[in-house]
């Protein structure tokens, strides 16, 4: 991607991948440094959390989100995301209900938005899903919501600006 020239902004865990396994998780934050780019990681990790990624609770992990913060990079407090709900209207009071339950603090909402045409129902089985959740936040009265909430939208190049210079 650098060579090129695509602007990056962070690093993902591709579909969970990176947690499963703690030697994963050791080189995906070491990368952070190397490249200087923020990381997708909890600051802390609840029981389900734990449940769906065993090696986020060995202790090594939360020696590097410890060095992840000394070395200045910004951390989420949440993360959520949905893959049940099949109707347009279930996924939307699960979307509602999760904004309006927002603790403060740096909150991110999975969505796979997408278009059901034939593209993408090639590639995954969840294309209907996709097309409602991006059907969803098209919606004039999401934005409503997220604005009466006073939910501050950001992107991950806002996050990575978030960044402290280390101490």
């Given amino acids: ?3 090129f020239g695509v602007p990056l902004t962070h690093r993902d865990t ?10 994963l998780i050791e080189v995906y934050t070491k990368l952070a440094g190397e490249f200087d780019l923020p990381v ?9 959390r734990k449940r769906e990624y065993p090696a986020l609770v060995v202790e090594q992990a939360g020696k590097l989100v410890t060095k992840l913060e000394q070395e200045g990079f910004p951390l989420l407090d949440s993360i959520a995301q949905f893959y049940e709900g099949e109707s347009y209207q279930e996924r939307r009071d699960q979307y509602v209900k999760t904004l309006q339950n927002l603790q403060p603090g740096v909150n991110q909402l999975i969505i796979h938005c997408g278009y059901a045409d034939d593209e ?3 590639i995954t089985t969840s294309a209907n899903r996709r097309d409602g959740d991006r059907a969803i936040f098209m919606e004039p009265q999401m ?4 604005e009466s909430l006073d939910i501050e939208l950001i ?4 996050f990575r600006e978030m960044k402290t210079s280390a101490e």
């Fill in 14 to 23: 591709h579909r969970g991948a990176v947690p499963s396994r703690p030697d």
């Fill in 40 to 48: 997708l990681m909890l600051r802390e990790f609840d029981e389900q």
């Fill in 143 to 146: 934005a409503k919501l997220i």
């Fill in 120 to 122: 993408l129902k090639a």
């Fill in 155 to 158: 992107t991950w190049k806002q």
């Fill in 1 to 3: 991607a650098l060579e």
